[in-house]
């Protein structure tokens, strides 16, 4: 019989140059100051988490253990340099042989150096996205798979679909099962394109950014000797927003950790929002679990946000079952209570976040220094115009603007064809959606049907868009006159279309001709709806990564297009919308602006002043997400980092009315989490036009209003 006798390195008593007690509050002492074995930090929002991590490693450092005995893995490389950065400026010397980095970059340095256990050469190339795709590209072809013909997923959309299964650690038929269930019938294919994409990687010499993370992992559970090796070298391994880590990174480090287990991971199960991408919210939860003799560590003094905010953030999450119950403190004085203003419509909710923003300007609160979030894209279009019209400078921090989407641009361009048959832009871009049909085949298309085509009449060729008086406001024009059907002419052409994409040309004319249909010309959300569920649908989920988000994307067009009377009037909205975000777009950096951002987008950051808007319920939480208590607490998580986003102010806020099917108004319910909070948290705004009635004094709420004067009293522009 043996036994493993562990040999403790002797260590004199340290001499410490940092008085941790002093720069630490008594939470984040404790966990800094933890003794060997694993831990689990939970640090609130806004609770010094980074401060901590730098603190835990400047005191691993002072306390004898060898920089390159310490490995920190974070998510992002600013993180990682700004950690380094000031572990360097606490201690001064040298600290290049600490092992800090992202997961990507600490795991190309180690395959590096094993890479030929692997089949590689360690001067492997690393393939980014492009590549990946091109690489795939090669793969389709050789598989003798016709992509658009079969419907096949191109080599973005199915990139996504292998980035996925490697992440969350399953098959690739499980992840198709799972969350691509309209490939099944082509699962083989798949499968195969994926095993020759493996192979082409090894044979090419090349990883994809998965697999520094992939091949790390298969290198220490098929190689017991380079595993024992970095669980002896890594003494301790610290974790940074250990919430977002999906399955595998999960594995590699109780791999990496599993001799000793000395793995402090910080996070925040209370802002674990990426599962879309992912991110397992199990693991923060189960990390005891898994290391039994866990210490867990509560952070829970906040030096961000007032003690109002605080209440209510605290009662926004107090609602979820699958949580480390937690507490946040304020360490500042007193504010102003949260407001909540329910508005009559989307239009007056952007009127009061406009108008009060430029209040809070003139009271000496920057643009910059404020934020809108909201849940989509589509929660901040009438926003948009208000601020435009206000002349408010705002910048979108959501990625690319969402009228620049390839896939709001597919369906637009069937819409604008349906009313306008000679435009040609939208033409080529639909035929171009169809197999076999390039630039020239478009061109070739294009002719034939301008030959048969008759040019629009004066009345169709009139301008969509005619300004009105003084007041500023657009007038929209009726809709156009009745013209013969198009589809006819789309048969009479069929003989010209390239024979990969006669099927795909039937089944489009076929679409043309059910939008051509009276009843659904002029009914913008209809026409969404149909060529969504006969065309676009299949469409997204074969050509384009994030297909689920995309789909939902559309989904909300639909709705934004049911408050407009004809196909037309929508048409010049998206036109409008469009050169809005164009002219924010060429905003300089300099200028100051309000930012307007999702709120997995505004994660991390902190503003003076937050708005948060469209809380109604299907829109906040979303009604997709609302299948299961899994997805509902998530939703509540995401609410939850929405308001701990501020600082000294919080608007919340939702309209009463939003247009429905039928181009009328529906009800609409506040917010699920809302009706979760007490009404002493907040204080209730009762928004009126200057001119209109006072508010009903029979109310039994107590309700501040800003100020509301005559026009003349109104904050000029800025």
Known sequence: MSRDYVLQPFQPPA??????????????????????GPALVLAGAGAGKTRTLIYRVAWLLEHGVPADRILLLTFTNKAAREMMQRVGELLGGDLSRLWGGT?????????????????????????????????????????????????????????????????????VPQMLASNYPSFLPIEDQIVDVASRYRERKRTTGAMDFDDLICLWVRLLRE?????????????????????DTNQLQSDLIDLVAGANHNVMAVGDDSQSIYSWRGANFANILEFPKRHP??????????????????????AVIAANTRQFPKQLQAARKAGIKPV???????????????????????????????????????????????????????????????????????????????????????????????????????????????????????AEAAPLVEPSDNDGILEIATAPPPRDPVAPL?????????????????????????????????????????????????????????????????????????????TVEFLTQLALLSNAETEAKASTEEEERLKLSTVHQAKGLEFEVVFVIMLCEGMFPSGRSLDSIEGEEEERRLFYVAVTRAKNELYLSYPLLRFAGGGGNGMQLGSRFLEELSKDLYEEWNLRPAWGPAPNSGSNRAARSPSHGSDEDDPEPF
Request: aromatic share 8%; proline share 5%; glycine share 4%.
């Open 103 to 171: 997961f990507h970059s600490v795991g190309m340095r180690i395959l590096r150096r094993h890479a030929d256990r692997l089949g590689y050469r360690a001067d492997f190339t690393i393939a980014d996205r492009e590549d990946s795709k091109d690489l795939l590209a090669a793969c389709i072809v050789d598989a003798g798979i016709e992509v658009k013909e079969s419907r096949f997923p191109k080599p973005e959309a199915l990139s996504d679909m292998l980035s996925l299964a490697a992440n969350k650690q399953r098959t």
């Open 490 to 566: 789309l048969v009479r052409i069929a003989p010209k279309v390239p024979k990969k994409a006669s099927v795909g040309w039937a089944q489009f004319t076929a679409t043309i001709s059910q939008c051509e249909d009276p009843g659904t010309r002029n009914d913008p959300a209809a026409l969404i709806r149909l060529v969504v569920e006969a065309e676009i649908c299949a469409y997204i989920e074969a050509t384009y990564e994030n297909s689920r988000n995309r789909l939902e994307d559309l989904d909300q067009l639909a709705s934004y297009a049911r408050q407009f009377t004809t």
């Open 223 to 243: 190689h017991a000797d380079i595993r024992e090796l970095y669980q002896r070298r890594f003494q301790h391994l610290l974790v940074d927003e250990y919430q």
């Open 293 to 314: 003799t866990a210490r867990v560590y509560k952070i829970e003094t906040n030096y961000r946000s007032t003690p109002e905010i605080l209440s209510l953030a605290n």
């Open 15 to 36: 001499e410490l140059r940092i008085d941790y007690q002093r720069e630490l509050n008594a939470q984040q002492f404790a966990a800094v100051s933890a003794p060997v």
């Open 340 to 458: 909540l203003a329910v508005c009559g419509d989307a239009s007056e909710q952007a009127v009061f976040v406009a108008q009060r923003a430029l209040e809070l300007r003139d009271e000496g609160v920057s643009l910059n220094r404020m934020a809108v979030l909201y849940r989509s894209h589509f929660h901040a279009l009438e926003l948009q115009l208000e601020l435009t019209r206000r002349n408010i400078p705002f910048s979108i921090t959501s990625g690319i603007r969402f009228f620049e989407q390839a896939h709001i641009k597919d369906v637009a361009a069937y819409l604008k064809f349906v009313i306008n048959p000679t435009d040609e832009l939208a033409f080529k871009r639909l035929v171009k959606m169809l197999p076999g049909i390039g630039g020239r085949g478009a061109d070739k298309l294009w002719n034939e049907f301008r030959n048969l085509c008759p040019p629009p009449t004066p």
